[in-house]
T-cell receptor
Framework: EPEVTQTPSHQVTQMGQEVILRCVPI?????FYWYRQILGQKVEFLVS????????KSEIFDDQFSVERPDGSNFTLKIRSTKLEDSAMYFC???????????FGPGTRLTVL | GQNIDQPTEMTATEGAIVQINCTYQ??????LFWYQQHAGEAPTFLSY????GLEEKGRFSSFLSRSKGYSYLLLKELQMKDSASYLC???????????FGAGTTVTVRA
């Protein structure tokens, strides 16, 4: 069964450094998402991406964040200058159509020191 | 915004049934999802309701009442591996995102 994959599984970085989190959505899916989950808290929406542009973003997704689909398979989330409070699990998700189920990848645990 | 409420924790015995309730307040409701999340892992899809009524999928069933802003997830014949967090998520018409509740941690005891 096709799955969303994410790399790396765990990233440790220093405050102020840039990080890029990578995702490969399910191949026939058209809608891509990033969510995050701070330890012990609920899953929070960051951004959605469709037709090579951001379709919706939350207030968390400020100028420090950006997303890109650099080729036909990868979908990336960049955090330009990481803060301590960016430490969280970051999940990529994809869906075939807007109204369809979103399938989540295994996540990248980001630790900012 | 949306208010999505679920109980924080529930405990049940192996082989028993547990019902996890979710209430929500939103305009333009366009679907409710249940996901299972084991500690440190990704949410995995369990069920989806957009119309009123019961959806059954093996040991798991989900119910929706749109007029009451209420859903429940029913887990039957509980197994130890069902110990996890169960997340209720709502989508609004025109939104791309899912809005999640805080999750209900279910502990299954032998």
């Amino acid at each position: 069964e096709p799955e969303v994959t994410q790399t790396p599984s765990h990233q440790v970085t220093q405050m102020g450094q840039e990080v890029i989190l990578r995702c490969v959505p399910i191949s026939n899916h058209l809608y891509f998402y990033w969510y995050r989950q701070i330890l012990g808290q609920k899953v929070e929406f960051l951004v959605s991406f469709y037709n090579n542009e951001i379709s919706e973003k939350s207030e968390i997704f400020d100028d420090q964040f950006s997303v890109e689909r650099p080729d036909g398979s990868n979908f990336t989330l960049k955090i330009r200058s990481t803060k301590l409070e960016d430490s969280a699990m970051y999940f990529c998700a994809s869906s075939e159509q807007l109204s369809d189920t979103q399938y989540f990848g295994p996540g990248t645990r980001l630790t900012v020191l | 915004g949306q208010n999505i409420d679920q109980p924080t924790e529930m405990t049940a015995t192996e082989g028993a049934i547990v019902q996890i309730n979710c209430t929500y307040q939103t305009s333009g409701f366009n679907g409710l999802f249940w996901y299972q999340q084991h500690a440190g892992e990704a949410p995995t899809f369990l069920s989806y309701n957009v119309l009123d009524g019961l959806e059954e999928k093996g040991r798991f069933s989900s119910f929706l009442s749109r007029s009451k802003g209420y859903s429940y997830l029913l887990l039957k014949e509980l197994q130890m591996k069902d110990s996890a967090s169960y997340l209720c998520a709502v989508r609004r018409l025109g939104d791309y995102k899912l809005s999640f509740g805080a999750g209900t941690t279910v502990t299954v005891r032998a």
